[in-house]
């Protein structure tokens, strides 16, 4: 149950497109296409944004998308605004029914 | 409204004991997967437990198993994380949330727990 792994940071101004990859395993990521991602703004709890690889709950800006290529998943942030700057955490499930995490991403909107 | 609220955090001395309870309201918590997760201050989310609807399955995650159990209430709609042999690597805030897969939604505000002498 190794943790996912992903860049500790990444930024970008606003406007531009940021990209913040999820690397794991045949095991996880690869194996299945249930990756999520979650935002976490400081002392808040997290919030869901991306689902099954791909899929946005209603109410998440279309500017956030998701993707997977092999054992590594992406999250694209698209127009950036001052309002994303948050830790940002992917999920994926995995073999012997577990789930597991990243160890999160800070983005900084420069 | 979607909530849930935990409760039952605190101070516990190592080898101690504890028992976190979450309370759900606003969905159908009957018909959903709980899971537990925390973040220890400072530090990234973790999974540490999920339970299927009627709590007939329980899954932990390595560092948990066999000290912690995860168990519902369908009748209260309430979560609950019994926590035993603790460690000061359990201090960590601990959600709860709701979800089939990794779809965690809604979350709840936490509850701290501390593990010192």
């Known amino acids: 149950q190794s943790a996912l792994t992903q860049p500790r940071s990444v930024s970008g101004s606003p406007g531009q497109s940021v990209t913040i990859s999820c690397s794991g395993t045949s095991s996880d990521v690869g194996a299945y296409n249930y990756v999520s991602w979650y935002q976490q703004n400081p002392g808040k709890a997290p919030k869901l944004m991306i689902y099954?690889?791909?899929k946005r709950p209603s109410g998440v800006p279309d500017r956030f998308s998701g993707s997977k290529s092999g054992n590594t998943a992406s999250l694209t942030i698209s127009g950036l605004q001052a309002e994303d700057e948050a830790d940002y955490y992917c999920?994926?499930?995995?073999?012997?029914?577990?789930?597991?995490f990243g160890g999160g991403t800070k983005l900084t909107v420069l | 409204e979607v909530q849930l609220v935990e409760s039952g955090g605190g101070l516990v001395q190592p080898g101690g004991s504890l028992r976190l309870s979450c309370a759900a309201s606003g969905f159908t918590f009957s018909t959903s997967w709980m899971h537990w997760v925390r973040q220890a201050p400072g530090k990234g989310l973790v999974w540490v437990s999920r339970?299927?609807?009627?709590?007939?399955?329980?899954i932990y995650a390595d560092s948990v198993k066999g000290r912690f159990t995860i168990s519902r209430d369908n009748a209260k709609s309430t979560l609950y994380l019994q926590m035993n042999s603790l460690r000061g690597e359990d201090t960590a805030v601990y959600y709860c949330t709701s979800g089939a897969s990794t779809r965690f939604d809604p979350w709840g505000q936490g509850t701290l727990v501390t593990v010192s002498s």
């Open positions: 099954d690889v791909s």
């Open positions: 999920c994926s499930y995995a073999d012997t029914y577990t789930l597991v």
């Open positions: 339970i299927n609807t009627d709590g007939g399955t329980t």
